[in-house]
């Protein structure tokens, strides 16, 4: 209709500059009258490219769009990827994918471009087969070691250094731990950097006070203080390894009538908007939730597009300080 080969309007489409502008204009024009706009599966066939980024929740026990500071990362890692003109494909490991997600396979069926993955618990075989392949993958609290693959994550040795180093200084001698599953990389090591800090501060770890759950929901933090209580006396400060088992072991330690921080201070992990909302309000740990969802993106675009190699970030983290810590009671 315009009289041009597909090869200029291919060109307009993809906004080169060696067109005439009455040739752009003439093309754009016919394009507006007609309705047309191109075919994403062949374009998809013609530039080997989809725009389309993978999102797979990792593991038997995963996090997916419960949690709410995973969902606040997508949330930013979704922005980023929209401007730099991507959409968003979500991988289900429900059903038939149960016993494993074989991601390798579905990613290569639908042509991504690349993958982010977040972290979970009894991460599934294919999630090491897709890391290692060559499409380009960005872990979230989750250490890929592919070629072609990065990962990104809060600095979660040196957050515990902080939580102890806190406590201490606010004269708390005996130090609590609420963790998640043995089988959370994440969780153990920010018991290892926790029990590792009460040392160097010259403290004792009393084991009674180290309780892991199921995962790292309010109803593991729950139980876990229970667990705590009936073992032995309960410590001056606990450090729960999420907000989510923090404000469900304040719930437990109301039942128990023992007051947040009076009788036992709190300190929970990821800074999820609930805290500044809970009674006594909860200090935590922030991890820049916005930051690592940018970040994630920007750094799975340039490994798509060869423009850097494997990249892995460490994102430092912030004590914020509330109520339940203690800190207004002794100032």
């Not at 072609?148 to 731990?177: A, P």
């Not at 907000?243 to 023992?258: F, N, T, V, Y």
């Not at 892995?312 to 004590?319: A, F, Y």
């Amino acid at each position: 209709m315009a009289g041009v080969s597909v090869s200029t309007v291919s060109k307009i489409m993809n906004n080169y500059s060696d067109i005439s502008e009455d040739t752009r204009t003439k093309v754009l024009e016919i394009m507006k009258q007609t309705g047309y706009v191109p075919s994403n599966s062949a374009k998809t066939l013609a530039t080997k490219k989809s725009n389309l980024i993978g999102v797979i929740f990792a593991g038997k026990l995963n996090i997916d769009f419960t949690h709410p500071f995973f969902i606040e990362v997508l949330n930013s890692f979704k922005k980023q990827m929209g401007f730099l003109g991507y959409d968003l494909l979500f991988f289900s490991n429900e059903k038939s994918h149960a016993l494993d997600g074989d991601y390798l396979a579905r990613c290569r069926h639908f042509n991504v471009d690349g993958c982010i993955i977040v972290t979970g618990q009894q991460v599934e075989p294919s999630i090491s087969e897709l890391d290692y392949s060559e499409i380009p993958c960005i872990g979230v609290d989750i250490e890929l070691k592919g070629r072609s693959s990065g990962y990104i994550m809060s600095d979660n040795y040196k957050m515990s250094y902080k939580v102890v180093e806190h406590f201490y200084l606010q004269g708390y001698r005996e130090l609590g731990y609420i963790g998640s599953t043995l089988e959370s990389d994440i969780s153990n090591t920010r018991e290892k950097g926790y029990k590792d800090a009460i040392e160097s501060f010259g403290l004792a770890v009393n084991e009674n006070w180290f309780i892991n759950g199921d995962n790292f929901f309010e109803e593991s933090g729950y139980e876990a203080i229970n667990k705590m209580i009936a073992a032995d006396r309960m410590p001056q400060a606990v450090f729960a390894a999420s907000d989510l088992l923090a404000i469900g072991a304040m719930r437990a330690l109301k039942e128990h009538q023992l007051r947040v921080p009076q009788d036992v201070a709190i300190i929970g992990c990821d800074d999820i908007e609930a805290c500044k909302y809970t009674t006594p309000a909860l200090s935590t740990i922030r991890q820049n939730k916005d930051k690592i969802g940018r970040l994630a993106a920007s750094l799975l675009f340039d490994l798509i597009n060869t423009q850097s190699e494997t990249s892995n970030v460490v994102v430092e983290p912030e004590l914020v300080i509330r109520e339940s810590c203690g800190s207004r009671l002794k100032e």
